[in-house]
């Protein structure tokens, strides 16, 4: 009997172990193309530990003058901070709003929040295109950054009403009794209990904005104002692919994600599935 | 809660809905009205139009008789995406979230499978691509050493009887640690007593499984399926950056074929009305979601 379980545990550490590197497998190649010499990697393999190591395909990606990654890299930096703080603030507000006030029709209104959420990005960007290049906000940063942060609204405000359900009212109450406003009340004190959740909340869509293509690529048109995803799509070569220069940019664009990832892990998975868990 | 003025209310919600109803209820309202927007008026002309198309770039259904090897159209694409990905993800999901419990360092395996969710998808599908080539790639170098002649070992994407299934496949890597999460999330939080008496009672890993853990996990379940088939259906940068759609329309998607109506034919009723349609197929996990929902705030 003994024998059999650990037997049966092996396997299960095995097949798990297995899919693991599986799964990882894509990611160390491609940091491994990243830095060799592509020429190399076409005879050996990049699967081979031996030849040369060297920087030079990030180089390369990064400050050649025909597409500049560092360029796109600060453009992406640009539009994903305030893409990230509006949102959360006003999100946070109306959620706010829900969780502690009434008003009719106010399950309608919070019901359109959950539609919002499952519309794909293609059923408003025509018109989007439209609006923006009436108000001469096509192709500039202010005009994409207005529509990640109206289309990362919804969720958030999903997000953060759960929370604040949750959120006993005691000192909410004990504060309006001694006459504190209900703005006061929310950034004082409401806002600073929350302070998890507000950065889940953020961490998420940060990663959401930053690795966004769609609305960049309808938006976004000269290349110059090009973010760092956009770029990477572009990058694939014309008639050869060069993936040494194709896998340091990948590696470029989803280090900050990564970076994200492994310094917030808790606040990322909370983040990404807390919510469909209800507390 | 008693009753507090909707003043209030106003004053929180207010900034917010301003943002919400002009730059997104007003371009969804757009989009529906251009999609009816002909040249004599308000019809069906370019559902029409995008229904009958059969150029292989844009084919949503082919309705006279389908090609055997892809393309099938986009909208076929899309639900073969679905049926072969939603059970892979989410049967895969529920294995390891069960089977991670005994295994060490298994939060380490939930971060690698995690990885997929957490880069760009445009990154995801140059990875995709890095997998599947011709030179480099370690899914032709195996079939290769297998022994397998052909297209097998040969670069999946660029040939029409696999470039469908290699992205698909290729997906499965990318949002199995979503459904792994969601799972696991859901399974510590199940009372392990009810497990444990299970295993007492001489109950076999497969029998807790299907019996106790599959039950348990159910709106954790429905709500992992339905995150997938949303993601399924509004699939495009990984087949944007790997494929275009191609080779001869076999791998293109709704998302795309509305995005080659926009910016290659510069067509947008017709764009619109692929928008509509692929809304249309999203409004059915999407209404199903609020009943979720719903659900769950009835029984707290």
Do not use: C
């Amino acid at each position: 009997m003994r024998r059999k379980i650990s037997l049966s545990t092996v396997a299960v550490n095995l097949v798990a172990w297995g899919l693991a590197a599986l799964w990882a497998l894509p990611v160390v190649g491609l940091v491994m193309v990243s830095v060799r010499p592509y020429k190399e990697v076409i005879l050996q393999g990049w699967w081979t530990l031996s030849g040369h190591f060297t920087l030079d395909n990030y180089v390369n990606a990064l400050f050649n003058p025909s597409y500049s990654l560092a360029q796109s890299y600060v453009n992406s930096f640009i539009i994903t901070i305030p893409s990230t703080i509006v949102p959360i603030l006003l999100a946070a507000l109306a959620a706010y709003g829900f969780s502690r006030f009434s008003f009719p029709m106010k399950s309608y209104l919070f019901l359109a929040l959950l539609l919002i959420m499952a519309a794909p990005q293609q059923m408003v960007v025509i018109p989007l295109y439209m609006m923006l290049k009436d108000m001469r906000l096509i192709n500039t940063f202010q005009g994409l950054i207005l529509i990640h942060s109206s289309w990362g609204l919804a969720w958030i405000t999903f997000f953060m009403h759960n929370f604040f359900e949750m959120l006993p009212r005691e000192i909410e109450e004990a504060a309006r009794v001694d006459g504190a406003s209900d703005i006061t009340i929310f950034f004082n004190i409401v806002l600073r209990l929350s302070m998890p959740a507000l950065l889940s909340a953020a961490v998420i869509q940060f990663t959401w904005v930053w690795s966004d293509f769609f609305f960049a690529l309808m938006f976004l048109i000269s290349p110059d104002k090009y973010v760092i995803t956009q770029r990477v799509a572009t990058l694939r070569g014309q008639y050869y692919i060069d993936w040494g220069l194709l896998s340091a940019g990948s590696v470029l664009a989803m280090l900050v994600p990564l970076l994200i990832y492994a310094l917030l892990q808790k606040y990322f998975i909370r983040g990404m599935v807390g919510w469909t868990v209800k507390g | 809660m008693r009753y507090r003025g909707w003043k209030q209310f106003l004053l929180f919600v207010l900034p917010a809905y301003t943002l919400i109803a002009v730059f997104v209820i007003t371009p969804i309202l757009g989009t529906i009205y251009l999609s009816f927007e002909t040249e004599s008026g308000l019809g069906l002309d370019n559902y029409i139009a995008v229904i009958e198309e059969t150029s292989p770039d844009k084919a949503l259904v082919y309705l006279q008789g389908m090609p055997r090897p892809p393309p099938w159209g986009a909208m076929v694409h899309n639900m073969v995406w679905i049926a072969i990905h939603l059970p892979l993800s989410i049967g895969l999901g529920l294995v390891l979230a069960y089977i991670l419990r005994g295994v060490k360092g298994g939060s380490i395996v939930k971060s690698i499978m995690f990885l997929g969710m957490v880069v760009p998808m445009v990154v995801g599908g140059l990875m995709i691509r890095f997998m599947y080539d011709e030179f480099i790639g370690v899914v032709p170098r195996l079939f290769a050493l297998l022994g397998v002649e052909g297209i097998l070992a040969k670069n999946w994407l660029i040939y029409p009887q696999t470039s469908l299934i290699a992205l698909i496949l290729g997906s499965v890597w990318l949002w199995t640690g979503f459904n792994l999460t969601v799972f696991s999330a859901a399974l510590e939080s199940l009372p392990s007593s009810v497990i444990e008496a299970a295993m007492i009672d001489g109950a076999s890993s497969w029998q807790i499984f299907s019996r106790i853990v599959v039950p348990q996990l159910r709106p954790a379940i429905m709500i992992a399926v339905i995150m997938t088939v949303l993601w399924d259906l509004k699939i495009f940068d990984i087949v944007y950056v790997s494929t275009f759609g191609g080779p001869g329309g076999s791998s293109t998607v709704l998302a795309l074929v509305m995005y080659i109506y926009f910016a290659r034919a510069l067509d947008y009723g017709r764009s619109a009305a692929v928008a509509i349609i692929l809304a249309l197929l999203t409004l059915i996990p999407g209404i199903w979601f609020i009943r979720e929902v719903r659900k769950g705030e009835k029984k707290d």
